[in-house]
């Protein structure tokens, strides 16, 4: 199959990026997280910036675009963050840049400290913006090709993967189906703002 005139031959051998789906009413895990972890969603800046070493204009910017913050803390440390965005969203190494419509989340950003990793953390904090931001009926989150790690951790959170995107010498970012809700993919091409070519067959 052939659109906007990239066939699937003309791809690169592989993308620069996973895209994946959480839209309200699909399943969600339990037990997410360390017992012992506590949630703060819109943590006051100094917080946020102690843990992300952001400056005051990177952080103004950010809720500029619509964002907001979540922290988790264990045992009173500050040991991870994260972002859900409802307005701008650039992710320059993947070439896009795109306004979300309303209804959509896209959640970003997210770092846990190296000590405290493989304990279910960061599927724990998009949880949290699933159950906090009730009126969103699409989230959306994406990862490079090569961030394993960030991949098992946004399936661990619930999210099903939808596709793929890949750097097209001359064309572009282009949009590939892919994964259990690749159904999805117009819906994600779409919102990303670049063309879709769906799998043959
Ligand atoms: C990606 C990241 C946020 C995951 O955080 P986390 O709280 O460790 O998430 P999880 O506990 O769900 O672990 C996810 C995967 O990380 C890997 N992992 C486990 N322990 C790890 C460790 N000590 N160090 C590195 N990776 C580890 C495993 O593949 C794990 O999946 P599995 O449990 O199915 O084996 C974290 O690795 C990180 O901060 N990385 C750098 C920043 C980044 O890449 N952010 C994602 C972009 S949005």
């Known amino acids: 199959m052939e659109q906007n ?13 996973l895209f994946y789906a959480w839209w309200r009413g699909d ?23 102690q843990l992300t070493g952001l400056s005051d204009a990177a952080l103004a910017e950010r809720r500029e675009h619509g964002n907001r913050a979540v922290i988790g803390h264990i045992g ?15 992710i320059g190494e993947l070439g896009l840049d795109f306004q979300l419509p309303p209804g959509n989340r896209y959640v970003w950003d997210f770092v846990t400290l ?22 969103v009926e699409r989230f959306w989150v994406g990862h490079d090709l090569d961030n394993s ?12 993967a939808v596709g793929e995107v890949y750097a097209v010498e001359g064309a572009g ?16 091409a779409e919102l990303l703002g670049i063309p879709l070519l769906r799998e043959a067959g």
């Open 173 to 188: 970012p282009i949009f590939v189906a892919d994964g259990i809700a690749a159904g999805r993919a117009v819906e994600a």
């Open 149 to 160: 790690a960030s991949g098992r951790g946004i399936i661990k959170a619930g999210f099903r």
């Open 76 to 90: 009173g440390e500050a040991v991870a963050s994260g972002w859900s965005c409802a307005g701008r969203v650039e």
């Open 114 to 135: 190296p000590e405290w990793r493989g304990r279910g953390i960061y599927p724990a904090l998009i949880r949290a913006f699933l159950d906090a931001e009730t009126e």
């Open 5 to 17: 005139g990239i066939s699937r031959e003309k791809l690169p051998p592989a993308p620069v990026g």
């Open 27 to 49: 399943a969600l895990p339990d037990n997410l997280g360390s017992a012992d972890l506590t949630i703060q969603l819109d943590p006051p800046a100094p917080d946020i910036q």
